[in-house]
C-alpha cells in the first residue's frame, strides 16, 4: 500500500470483532492508527474532540460503524452524528458493516447521506483494500 490513511475508527461492542478488525487493518497496512470504540455514545465524545490542538484526537479518514449496538445502535449514532459540525464531520468516510440480512437495513443505508457504504460482515483484507480504493483512491 502507498499511501495510509492517517486513522480508521471502529465503532463495535463487540471485543473479538474489533481485535479481529484491527488485525486485519494492521495486514493491509492501510493506517497510521487504529481507534476502537465500543458504542455509539463513545465515539461521538470523539469526534466531537478530533483535531482539537493540545489533547485533540486524531479525526479519523474511515469510520467502520456496527448496526446492532446496545445502548446506542448505528442508526442512532447516525442521528446524533448528522448534528456535528462540519469540521468535525470533515471529510470522514462511513462505512456500516452489520451481519444483517434484512435488505431494509441497506436500504435505509443508501437513504443517508452521511453513509458511503454498506457492507456484509466479517471484514476481510480483500473487502478492506477495496473499501480505501473506493473512496480513496490508493491501495
Not at 91 to 103: A, D, Q, R
Amino acid at each position: 500500500m502507498q499511501k495510509k490513511l492517517s486513522c480508521i475508527l471502529l465503532i463495535d461492542d463487540d471485543e473479538p470483532t474489533n481485535f479481529i478488525n484491527r488485525m486485519i487493518i494492521e495486514e493491509v497496512g492501510c493506517a497510521g492508527e487504529v481507534k476502537i470504540m465500543q458504542g455509539g455514545r463513545e465515539a461521538l465524545d470523539y469526534l466531537s474532540h478530533c483535531g482539537e490542538s493540545a489533547g485533540g484526537y486524531p479525526c479519523p479518514d474511515l469510520i467502520l460503524l456496527d448496526v446492532n449496538m446496545p445502548a446506542m445502535d448505528g442508526w442512532e449514532f447516525l442521528a446524533q452524528y448528522k448534528e456535528l459540525s462540519n469540521t468535525q464531520k470533515a471529510e470522514i468516510v462511513v462505512v456500516m458493516l452489520t451481519t444483517s440480512l434484512n435488505p431494509d437495513d441497506q436500504i435505509r443505508a443508501e437513504r443517508i447521506p452521511e453513509i458511503s457504504g454498506f457492507r456484509n460482515k466479517p471484514l476481510n483484507a480483500d473487502m478492506l483494500r477495496q473499501i480505501i480504493t473506493d473512496f480513496f483512491g490508493v491501495c
